[in-house]
């Protein structure tokens, strides 16, 4: 975090996990809710300007993703704070701390934003795993099952983005590889 005292402090708590382990995790948590107000408000973007023959599908959809990322920016800064942490969940506390890339202001396309958000919904989802295997070493299983929880909806979410994409991929694929139509489909296969 910007403020190396504030973020490795702890405020008073009965809680049984010990100091040095959950200031590990409230630093890890702190990032996490950066990366999630990050990809929230990055989603938004994505609704608010999407445009072509995919424009109402893909605004409810990314709407919808965007309110399931509100719910874990909540879940995960009481965490901190139950954990007898800070919470740092400003904008600007996520712009500077967020492990995504900035999302990019020249799209409209229906397509061009499915393979941004796809683009940053993958990190994510990297970071969410990786943090299950860190609250699982550090003792702290209630944090590793929020993360466990948060990454179930993120790969779903990702495979939801993929989804509007893989065609398009396989079709590229195989025209480079020379293959047909018919030579794809396995004998036996309906």
Known sequence: MSDNTISSR??????DIPAEARVQIVVLLNQT???TLDLKTQTKQAHWNVKGTDFFQLHEL???????????????????TALG???FGTARAAADNSILPEYPFDILDGKDHVIALADR???YAKHLREAINKTDELGDLDTADLYTEISRTIDKRLWFLEAHLQVAEIKAENNK??????QKIPAGVN
Not at 10 to 15: A, D, E, V
Not at 177 to 182: D, E, K, L, N
């Open 10 to 15: 702890l405020y008073p708590t009965r809680i």
């Open 33 to 35: 809710l950066a990366a």
């Open 85 to 87: 942490g800070y919470a």
């Open 177 to 182: 590889a020379g293959i047909t139509q018919t």
């Open 62 to 80: 990314f709407d919808e993703i965007a309110g399931e990322l509100e719910e874990y920016i909540d879940m995960v800064a009481e965490r901190v």
């Open 121 to 123: 919904f993958a990190p």
